[in-house]
């Protein structure tokens, strides 16, 4: 009880207008963020089928006989063995731990390129299977946006790229022999090469989930009007607490509900009673259960009380009966109120009867743990009754109600569809005037008000909302619990991603070096380097620079790096085959 006392110490009254500091939070847990993360795994595409590779490569403009090359078809296999997404210490951490591999195929190569004279090679060509593993770091943090507000800045890491030795490719050919003693003198020579290739690539991906992220988070920023009637509900929210920690990411929002106008009708005094409570204690399992969730949503008491008090300021609940359609007249009245309102009117002539609901009270938000959640609460909901009598109209008397209005989220893993619940049991009436009726005539009531109520809430008043299965991904199941206090509901939600199917791709047939050539855009692999040969590396025709003489003596069509026993120049074959996945990358 101490507990609760504390957390509603600073109950006070919101004057229309003002923020509710504490409205809603958003939690998604590190069991959610794993979930996620076998999301990642089950939809990464197991092969990427590569077919037509081939084409030509001039070494310079001196070369009379290019080396050609061919490649047979050949599935790229790529499995993610494990995704980790971590929340602690203000930050995501995500792992992606891969594996990469190949079908077998042929390469066959043939030609002239520097040193490498009469080429005529049919190689056996396999990836070796070679974890990959990627790291990135995402911190996220809440600062003041200067205009009373907040924004969410979103800063990654460029991301790290480890990759294992990778064996040999080649098999049975002179090049394998080759790629095999440059292995031996370094066994991370081909994972260097590809990294070299997949780095700059991945270059701008930091900025890119960055950019993702915060339009993301920033689609939490709402700012709109609803009309109500005939006046205008202004509606915002915005971020207001972010947490990354042991328990999840918690990202706290704030909202300001303010009417156009207030009504004549009601008498609004000074704004709504709000309890202005903490956030709410977060852990991975639900309030008072043992049950784990993925991700919740968490409602406070005041931002409901809010936003039925704008509502009702705005005049939206003193509705004109008979405008609903509902047919009012003193005979129908008479079976409900009894003799002495029978005996007020000629029963063989009825006269209409108008009816006015005057709520005195704003409604207020109640939460349970059974049946519907979240209620309405009417108070002292007035219903004003006229008729006409000598001639004129005159107020037969007023009836006060105090009901209950459910209403059941209902979520599903197909589809989100409302449903408002009138709980006949929870109606009482009070009799504020009633001078030509004897007294309990409020009684007859209880089979009328259902009726009008449902005409001020019909059923399709709240919108069904299909829930799309994103990638094989639905939800599991959703229940519904307010916390200790009864300030804050919580809707957890368990994921259902048993049915993640990897994502199809049709792969791609090359033409030279990849999937899509590199007609226009130049050789971003820079293969005379490679070779050793063009202007950078003193090349096949303009003699030698940065090595040795003897080199270039002993090799006149070209230079050799020391230490690079032609292994650079044998890589290129079975680069050739693999150029289509960084392109795709």
């Known amino acids: 009880m101490w507990l609760i006392w504390s957390s509603l110490a600073f109950a006070g009254t919101l004057t229309p207008g003002a923020p509710v500091e504490r409205a809603a939070a958003l939690h998604v847990t590190n069991g959610g963020f794993a979930r996620i993360g076998d999301v990642v795994s089950g939809i990464v595409p197991p092969t990427f089928p590569v077919t037509d590779i081939g084409g030509s490569f001039a070494c310079d403009d001196a070369d009379t006989n290019p080396l050609t090359y061919s490649l047979t078809a050949i599935d790229l296999t790529l499995a993610a063995e494990d995704v980790q997404l971590v929340a602690g210490d203000g930050a995501l951490d995500l792992t992606l731990f891969l594996s990469l591999g190949s079908t077998p195929a042929q390469l066959d190569i043939a030609g002239d390129c520097s040193f490498l004279q009469d080429l005529n090679e049919t190689c056996g060509v396999e990836l070796p299977t070679t974890s990959v593993v990627v790291n990135l770091n995402l911190a996220l943090a809440l600062v003041p946006d200067g205009a009373g507000g907040n924004t969410i800045t979103v800063s990654a890491s ?222 002292d909901f007035g219903l004003d009754f006229s008729a006409n009598m000598d001639d004129r109209d005159l107020r037969l008397f007023r009836v006060g109600v105090l009901a209950e209005v459910g209403i059941d989220p209902n979520l599903s893993a197909t589809a989100f569809e409302p449903a408002i619940a009138i709980d006949t049991n929870a109606i009482s009436f009070t009799e504020p005037y009633n001078e030509l009726v004897t007294p309990g005539f409020s009684a007859g009531l209880a089979e009328f008000i259902p009726t009008v109520l449902s005409s001020l809430l019909p059923d399709d008043l709240l919108p069904t909302i299909a829930i799309p299965s994103f990638l094989g991904v639905g939800l599991k199941t959703a229940f519904w619990e307010p916390d200790d206090s009864g300030q804050w509901m919580g809707g957890f939600l368990l994921l259902d991603i048993e049915n993640v199917q990897p994502v199809e791709v049709a792969g791609c047939s090359g033409g030279s070096f990849g999937c899509d050539g590199f007609e226009g855009e130049g050789d971003p692999f820079d293969f005379e380097a490679i070779l050793g040969c063009g202007e950078s590396n003193a090349g096949c025709e303009d003699g030698c620079t940065g090595g040795s003489e003897t080199s270039c003596a002993t090799h006149p069509n070209g230079h050799r790096k020391a230490g690079w026993p032609g292994g650079r120049v044998l890589m290129l074959s079975f680069f050739l085959g693999l150029a289509m996945a960084r392109r795709r990358a």
């Open 158 to 379: 460029d991301p790290t790229i480890t990759i294992s030795p990778i064996g040999n490719p080649l098999s049975d050919c002179t090049l394998a022999s080759a790629i095999g003693t440059l292995l031996g003198q370094d066994e991370e020579a081909i994972s260097k090469l590809l990294l070299s290739f997949i780095e700059p690539e991945l270059a701008g991906l930091g900025a890119e989930v960055e950019t993702a992220v915060a339009d993301a988070l920033g689609s939490l920023l709402i700012e709109t009007d609803f009309s109500l009637g005939d006046s205008t509900l202004g509606i915002s929210l915005y971020p207001s607490e972010l947490r990354l920690d042991e328990t999840g990411l918690m990202l706290g929002l704030s909202a300001a509900i303010a009417p156009g106008t207030i009504s004549s009708c009601v008498e609004p005094g000074e704004g709504t009673t709000v309890a202005n409570p903490e956030w709410p204690t977060l852990s991975e399992r639900a309030w008072d259960s043992s049950l784990k969730y993925d991700a919740a949503l968490m409602l406070n008491k005041d931002l409901l009380d809010v936003l039925l008090w704008n509502v009702w300021a705005s005049g939206l609940l003193c509705v004109d009966v008979a405008t609903l359609g509902v047919p009012l007249d003193t005979g129908l009245f008479s079976n409900l109120f009894g003799e002495s309102f029978a005996a007020l009117f000629d029963p063989a002539n009825p006269s209409p009867v108008g009816v006015i609901t005057a709520p005195v009270a704003p409604p207020t938000a109640v939460f349970y743990d059974d049946g519907a959640p979240i209620r309405i609460a009417l108070n």
